[in-house]
């Protein structure tokens, strides 16, 4: 099953995709965690992509679709995917489609901005995994250590208020239409993500019509 979670900066695609993954036996891809690893590395990916991410500008379609691609084409995605943050344009959906890049089901979790905020403040992410936390609706287990992997918990750059609002735009000027996209070609489902963590995992399961 390959699928495609779309949302706005913080309406639970990461929080969704890990758990999926643990119950579908599916690999989670994350662009942002890939960008943010490739910038820890010093990579020329993570050098070329800072500027715009601490700044909460999309990174450019041509960065984006070359790692995706590779990593799609690895042995693990043979049984499915779940794409968490990508595509964001509607040049990314395209280019899927045209490189032959199957998605059965995009999942797109509702969540109003006015929530938006108070969700980015508290989140705090694995500088290791990239696992998301919040300080209070999804807390790790001994503060500031991820229960996954042990790595140190950090607070993202692109979170701090500002940034987070201009990613919301972003995200209505240039991801929001892939609704549309998705619609016509008759593969998205709407979740309500203003719910508890475990209700809108239950709702993407029945969406995409598997096991709850
Ligand atoms: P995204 O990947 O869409 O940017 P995350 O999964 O990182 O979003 O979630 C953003 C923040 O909101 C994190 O701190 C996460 O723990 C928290 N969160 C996720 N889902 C919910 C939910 N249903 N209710 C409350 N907080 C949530
Ligand atoms: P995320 O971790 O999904 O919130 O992404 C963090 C940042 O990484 C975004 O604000 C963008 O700057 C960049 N990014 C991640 N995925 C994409 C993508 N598919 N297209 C363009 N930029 C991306």
Redesign the pocket.
């Known amino acids: 099953m390959n699928l495609i ?1 779309l ?12 758990l999926l993954t643990q119950k579908l036996s599916i690999p989670a891809i ?1 662009t ?1 965690n890939m960008l943010r690893e490739a910038m820890a590395n010093g990579t020329e990916l993570g050098k070329k992509a800072k500027k715009f991410m601490d700044e909460g500008y999309l990174v450019p379609d041509e960065l984006i679709l070359g790692i995706v691609a590779d990593r799609v084409a690895m042995p693990d995605c043979a049984n499915g995917f779940i794409l ?2 990508v595509p964001r344009t509607l040049a990314q959906a395209e280019a899927l489609e045209e490189k032959g890049i199957k998605i059965d089901h995009v999942v797109s ?1 509702e ?1 109003d901005d006015s ?2 905020e ?3 403040t ?4 694995c500088s290791k995994c990239g696992a ?7 807390p790790p287990r001994a503060e500031g250590v991820c229960d996954a992997c042990g790595g140190a918990l950090i607070v993202r750059k692109d979170d701090a208020p500002e940034t987070v609002r201009h990613r919301l735009e972003v995200y209505h000027a240039s991801t929001e239409v892939l609704k549309d996209f998705y619609g016509k070609l008759g593969r998205l489902r709407l979740v309500n ?5 475990e ?2 995992n239950e709702d993407i399961l029945k969406a995409i019509g598997a096991k709850v």
Request: glycine content about 24%.
């Open positions: 979670l949302g706005a900066p913080g309406a639970g695609k990461g929080t969704q995709a890990e994350s942002g968490d943050g979790i969540v929530e938006i108070g969700r980015m508290g989140r705090r992410v998301s936390y919040h300080v209070a609706a999804n993500g203003s719910q508890s963590i209700g809108a």
